[in-house]
């Protein structure tokens, strides 16, 4: 989490290159701040560690609107290999109760008040599309899209990742019941995003 922070290759990657310009004009942003990453490495025959079914909401410190997470893939990346599957339109849809990895629960939160439903079981209500990537290529996905990977069930291949996510400027700081826990930024419930824990990334000269 936030390997930017000592990864100086990453951290220039993440805020000086092309993901920040995709982000930007996806979002429709005027203005545009780093909120942070994750790497995520699934090794070959890892094929009992899926990712259920989940949207990211509920697990940063974000309201608003404005906010996407950029996949970026650093190896050849299949279903086979754990790809990533999102259901189409999802993202404007309810935002659900946030779930525990290991097992797919639902957490026990007055937050929210619906929990995931079951995406594989109606296919018809819940379109899924996923996308063969190479290395360098990636996804973008607003932060309420349904979204799940499978285990890495390839002998031989790893699955990497490194996920950047960006903030648009009606983006607001909160403290979700299950947000992951970071460095406190110093921030109020309700301020915009700012200082050094969420720097501007556009404009470029910002």
């Given at each position: 989490?936030?390997v930017?922070?000592?990864?100086?290759?990453?951290?220039?990657?993440?805020?000086?290159?092309?993901?920040?310009e995709?982000?930007h004009?996806?979002?429709?942003?005027?203005?545009?701040?780093?909120?942070?990453?994750?790497?995520m490495?699934?090794?070959?025959?890892?094929?009992d560690?899926?990712?259920?079914?989940h949207?990211d909401?509920?697990y940063?410190?974000v309201?608003?609107w404005?906010?996407?997470?950029?996949?970026?893939?650093?190896?050849t990346?299949?279903?086979?290999s754990?790809?990533?599957?999102?259901v189409?339109?999802?993202?404007?849809g309810p935002t659900?109760?946030?779930?525990?990895?290991?097992?797919g629960?639902?957490v026990?939160?007055?937050?929210?008040?619906?929990?995931?439903p079951d995406?594989?079981?109606d296919?018809?209500?819940?379109p899924?599309?996923?996308?063969?990537?190479?290395p360098?290529?990636c996804?973008?996905?607003?932060?309420?899209?349904?979204?799940?990977?499978?285990?890495?069930?390839t002998?031989?291949?790893?699955?990497?990742?490194v996920?950047?996510?960006?903030?648009?400027?009606?983006a607001?700081?909160?403290?979700?019941?299950?947000?992951l826990?970071?460095?406190?930024?110093g921030?109020?419930?309700?301020?915009?995003?700012g200082?050094?824990?969420?720097?501007?990334?556009w404009?470029?000269?910002?």
């Amino acid at each position: 989490v936030n390997v930017w922070r000592r990864h100086d290759a990453i951290r220039d990657f993440a805020l000086n290159g092309p993901a920040v310009e995709v982000a930007h004009t996806l979002l429709g942003a005027k203005s545009l701040r780093y909120y942070g990453d994750h790497v995520m490495v699934k090794e070959p025959g890892t094929v009992d560690l899926p990712v259920p079914w989940h949207q990211d909401l509920g697990y940063v410190r974000v309201t608003g609107w404005q906010f996407c997470s950029v996949w970026v893939a650093l190896d050849t990346v299949t279903q086979e290999s754990g790809g990533m599957r999102f259901v189409r339109g999802s993202h404007r849809g309810p935002t659900y109760k946030p779930v525990k990895f290991q097992t797919g629960e639902s957490v026990k939160t007055d937050e929210y008040d619906e929990v995931v439903p079951d995406v594989d079981a109606d296919p018809a209500r819940f379109p899924v599309v996923h996308f063969d990537l190479a290395p360098g290529d990636c996804t973008v996905h607003h932060a309420n899209t349904l979204h799940a990977s499978g285990g890495n069930r390839t002998p031989d291949r790893m699955r990497r990742a490194v996920i950047l996510r960006y903030a648009g400027e009606d983006a607001r700081y909160t403290v979700h019941q299950q947000a992951l826990k970071t460095a406190d930024p110093g921030l109020k419930v309700g301020d915009p995003l700012g200082g050094e824990h969420y720097p501007q990334v556009w404009p470029r000269d910002g």
